[in-house]
């Protein structure tokens, strides 16, 4: 059975810092690209960041580039989203996600597994 579970969730101030982890298990997880979601009260989920199988590529979303970061250690079948200088619009549910296509990560519909998500709060 797959399960991504994210932890490093709560409430930080605009212009501190957060780190979200994703442990994997049940799936080789060096075989699938890594991505991260998040969903605001009222909205719908959008694309965050992905990462490839080697973490050699990183892609993200206009809205945080520059500030979060996407990471991962194989070993530890773990991906990581820093979240630098966050403004109140992050405040979101964050989800990981697990894709074992080759293309196409900015796409929800690319992913086969997902986490419960992770609340992140940004307080001005």
């Known amino acids: 059975q797959v399960r991504l579970v994210e932890s490093g969730g709560g409430l930080v101030q605009a212009g501190g810092s957060l780190t979200l982890s994703c442990a994997a298990s049940?799936?080789?997880?060096?075989?699938?690209?890594m991505g991260w979601f998040r969903q605001a009260p009222g909205k719908e989920r959008e694309f965050v960041g992905a990462?490839?199988?080697?973490?050699?590529?990183?892609l993200y979303t206009d809205s945080v580039k520059g500030r979060f970061t996407i990471s991962r250690d194989n070993a530890k079948n773990t991906v990581y989203l820093q979240l630098n200088n966050p403004k109140p619009e992050d405040t979101a549910v964050y989800y990981c996600?697990?894709?074992?296509?080759?293309?196409?990560?900015?796409?929800?519909?690319?992913?086969?597994?997902w986490g419960q998500g992770t609340q992140v709060t940004v307080s001005s």
């Open positions: 996600a697990a894709s074992s296509r080759t293309a196409g990560q900015l796409s929800r519909y690319a992913y086969d597994y």
């Open positions: 049940g799936l080789t997880f060096s075989s699938y690209a």
């Open positions: 990462i490839s199988r080697s973490g050699g590529t990183t």
